[in-house]
């Protein structure tokens, strides 16, 4: 059986504005955080990419497809981000 990871969007989402810069060190940088989702989500697709081209490889199509999916919804979770980069950095 294949375990499908799924990784939780608001858990991605903190990290990502975790990593992009300490909390008490900066005020918030709209530019930077915007940056760090875009660039956790685009890690994110990366991988699940990666894991339908595996599974297509072994000749898993449903698995392959699933991966997919993941892939598709964390690009589409980079195009928002994309645009709210758009917005903040100037």
Known sequence: MIRKFVPVVGAVLALAIAAAEPAA??????????R???RANMNEAR????VADQFAAAGNETSAN?????ANFFLGQAAAALNDMSAACH
């Open 36 to 38: 760090a989702i875009f």
């Open 66 to 70: 699933q991966a997919s999916n993941e």
């Open 25 to 34: 060190a900066l005020p918030n940088n709209a530019c930077a955080t915007a």
């Open 47 to 50: 991988f699940w990419i990666g």
